[in-house]
DNA sequence: ATTTAGCACTCTTAAGGCGTGAGTGCTAAA
DNA sequence: TTTAGCACTCACGCCTTAAGAGTGCTAAAT
């Protein structure tokens, strides 16, 4: 009864897992013996059950039920004995269709973002969520003030990604178009590939050192500049594919859980939480349950993965659905998608 | 058994819809009896209900239950019966607390927008969904062309609401800054007040009439700037308080329904046709039930109206719940949304 | 020493039967 | 015209029962 779980073990539990995956229902011990081809007696299977109970791989909801993977089944499982499946035929062609559509047009970034996320929720049969990074860390491609009205200016900026940020600002009427202009080449001259926050420290300090080198209009101007993109940035945030909770038996049953989640979505700082993590990472990230350290949604699996731009990371997308889910299918999917939003973003 | 139905029938018609909105459960003789102040003993009250029965304004789920209303009973009841209740203390507050705090920052419209959104739905406890007109019929306040890149071009397009429209073009790499600078100037001179619609023909049959006019480059950025706001731009919709739609027991009690409700907010169109006669019209809609035309949501009912920004249309915003709704709370809380999102956007 | 057949036992689930109560419609009296 | 009275209907909760799935344990088989 030692704390290593055998071979035959893994194998009995790989089974219990993929039947619970497939059915939602306790798995039984006959059942168990039948997938194994008769290799063993149900006899059998109950003993090494209850070994797989005793190492909390497995629970009872009730005595005469099957048994059901816990969550720390389901992590041995994905760590020790997940075959990947590798993406259905048309899966691929299907995202990669819709992709070269949105690829191709003047979709702005986070159309494309939207557009591949809802494909994945589709093919997934999950909810599916991105994350979008917080255009502050981005880096600049340029950027330049217009005159908006008469008593209004718009500051543009354009990402190295494509990502366009804009943002009006109040009053200010006395400073010029020739003034404008100024600051624009100005700006430019040490703007490319700094990040927005960057640039805003920069800003800042010239302005401190060289106070006497800029007349006062200009020094309004930058200044102005350089309060525009502020904290109150944050990244956006697209949840796709909410309906296909309903189709998880486990959610439908507990109307309290269900709320829970739902609210949960539309509080972009959650989500956000959730999928932070794993757009740091280079690797796929698996959460079971309450792994992912949000109370909210304890009782959700999330696989999730960052995609790129160039070197710095823009994101992270993935899926949230029940624990018990198809991880040999999601985790490749959920990377090719990301995967194929890297690949789009190069192409910009 | 007049089709008319006289005063009294109306007085018990009202009872039935109100204690129906507050327990969602059907109405008994005895009930409205006591709520009447036992004005009718229950026995005058059936025969009451089974005309209003017959005009088929009450239905029973079955013998031996009390009645609910129709879709003609609650129709009956807004048009006949209805007073309104005046916000409750606190909600013009938080609205217009809100509201000061949105309107003076340097919020985006849609951002704007979607927080005032949120709060009615939190003070509604429905949903509530917001449509922003398509930009493309809003009128302009100026235009700019700019260079992102050696081989993308950004157009930026202010309208007169503050709304800021941005699409990025691939090539015309030989088109210089002055060159754009000339567009800019040449654009500006005849944008004023033009909607992108209306400009793009403009310059569409510009550029046909005095082709000796303008040189090649211009042609081409003048031809590049027509078709960038096409027509794959859609206005905006967003839903908020999703989740409250499961404070409703008719729809917990009925996952189909669920499905399709929660799936038909996910469509954008969708919304769009539920809320775009609202947009036209002055006064609040109230549609029920299938009277929205909508299939999928054809067991909703929506409390909707339009705001504007001047005296053209700029969206509209209402709220989604059961046909079971609390009118005479929801519609002056839509009503003062919708005015209050108008007078915001009047100070822009 | 392991595996397995057999068996008693537990517990859920579905089905049937029954009483209760809410609510009705009808009739006849006020 | 209204109302009291009454018989009737039907959903709902509760109980009992039977079936079935699944277990754990023991003893025999390998």
Redesign the pocket.
């Given at each position: 009864m030692s704390l290593i779980v055998d071979d035959r073990a893994a194998q009995v539990l790989r089974c219990i897992v993929e039947d619970y995956v497939a059915t939602a229902e306790?798995?039984?011990?006959?059942?168990v013996s039948k997938r194994m081809e008769q290799a063993?007696?149900?006899?059998?299977i109950?003993?090494i059950?209850?070994d797989l109970?005793e190492v909390g791989f497995l629970v009872?909801p009730?005595?005469?039920?099957?048994?059901v993977p816990t969550a720390a089944g389901f992590r041995f499982y994905i760590d020790n004995l997940l075959l990947r499946r590798s993406l259905m035929l048309g899966e691929e062609e299907q995202l990669k269709l819709a992709a070269g559509k949105a690829g191709a047009g003047g979709e702005s970034p986070d159309d494309l973002v939207r557009h591949v996320s809802r494909l994945l929720s589709q093919l997934s049969g999950q909810t599916s969520v991105v994350i979008v990074s917080n255009p502050n860390q981005q880096r600049l491609r340029c950027i330049s003030l217009m005159r908006a009205s008469t008593d209004k200016i718009l500051v543009v900026a354009i990402m190295q990604s494509g990502h366009v940020q804009h943002r009006l600002i109040d009053g200010e009427p006395d400073i010029t178009s020739d003034d404008l202009e100024k600051i624009n080449s100005y700006l430019n001259s040490f703007t490319e590939r700094l990040t927005l926050t960057q640039l805003r420290m920069k800003v800042r300090s010239e302005l401190r050192r060289e106070k006497a080198k800029y007349d006062r209009v200009m020094q309004r101007a930058l200044a102005a500049s350089a309060r525009v993109f502020d904290e109150s940035v944050h990244g956006e945030v697209f949840v796709e594919g909410r309906a296909n909770i309903l189709e998880q038996p486990e959610f439908v049953e507990d109307v309290q859980r269900l709320k829970r989640i739902l609210r949960a979505f539309e509080e972009k700082t959650v989500i956000y939480r959730l999928l932070d993590r794993a757009m740091a990472g280079e690797a796929i990230q698996v959460s079971i349950g309450c792994e992912n350290n949000v109370e909210e949604l304890g009782d959700v699996s999330v696989v999730a993965s960052g995609y790129r731009h160039g070197d710095s990371s823009m994101g992270s997308i993935g899926l949230i659905g029940p624990v018990r889910m198809d991880y040999p299918r999601m985790i490749p999917l959920v990377e090719y998608t990301a995967n194929l939003l890297t690949v789009l973003f190069e192409q910009r």
């Open positions: 306790p798995v039984g011990s006959r059942t063993l007696s149900p006899a059998t109950r003993n059950m209850a109970e009872q009730h005595t005469s039920a099957g048994r």
